[in-house]
């Protein structure tokens, strides 16, 4: 499985544009890049997976370049209820794909 | 639809006592994994379940812990003779196939 890098932690403010970058320099060509939220005290959340160029739905945005080493989770105008933990994984998705690994992640805190 | 549900929320034991941890998947959800999360650290995989069969244990230590998803009720984390090292939170999650996992809000067990 293809190891993941991202910032320990994240500052932002109130309504800015937040942009977390993940690095997988070794992704096979069957992974896909999947982020997930954690607030305190509850277990992760999915936010959105991709495999290339871009996804979007209501939450975030997923941009991952053509070589697929690095992926960016954008979220757009961040309210101090986006302050959690940020976990980028990436490894293929199938009936065989269900032991999630999850890093440190991003420790993103949004203040007022 | 109920999410997962864990219970109990919050475990004190006292070194060398029995830690029970259970969790209703949600309706229709046939798979169950446990994970387990340590302080400032990402969640580790410990076991995937169906419904009376045990499928992949590799996450789990060998000897102490034990767990179950039976016919009938909640699947079951068991740890004999706890230590200080158990301490953590521990996170189950459900699916209605291997590829998409929901998850509960956790057991934080403390262990005196």
């Known amino acids: 499985l293809a190891k993941t890098t991202q910032p320990i932690s994240m500052d932002s403010y109130e309504g800015q544009e937040v942009n977390i970058t993940c690095s997988h320099n070794?992704?096979?060509?069957?992974?896909?890049i999947t982020w997930y939220q954690q607030f305190p005290s509850q277990g992760p959340r999915f936010i959105i997976q991709?495999?290339?160029t871009k996804v979007t739905n209501e939450v975030a945005s997923l941009f991952i370049p053509a070589d697929r080493k690095s992926s960016t989770l954008s979220l757009p105008r961040v309210s101090l209820s986006d302050t959690a933990v940020y976990y980028c994984?990436?490894?293929?998705?199938?009936?065989?794909?269900?032991?999630?690994?999850f890093g440190s992640g991003t420790r993103l805190l949004v203040r007022p | 639809n109920a999410g997962v549900m864990q219970n109990p929320r919050h475990l004190v034991r006292r070194r060398g006592q029995e830690a029970r941890l259970r969790c209703s998947p949600m309706?229709?959800?046939?798979?169950v994994y446990w994970y387990r999360q340590l302080p400032e650290e990402g969640l580790k995989f410990m076991v995937y379940l169906q419904k009376e069969n045990i499928i992949d244990e590799s996450g789990m230590p060998k000897e102490r812990f034990s767990a179950e998803f039976p016919k009938e009720g909640p699947s079951i984390l068991r740890i004999q003779q706890v230590v200080r090292g158990d301490s953590a939170a521990y996170f189950c999650a459900s699916s209605p196939h291997p590829n998409e996992q929901f998850f509960g809000p956790g057991t934080r067990l403390t262990v005196l």
């Open positions: 991709g495999y290339k």
């Open positions: 994984l990436v490894g293929p998705v199938g009936d065989s794909s269900y032991k999630l690994i």
């Open positions: 070794n992704i096979a060509t069957n992974d896909y």
């Open positions: 309706k229709g959800h046939s798979h």
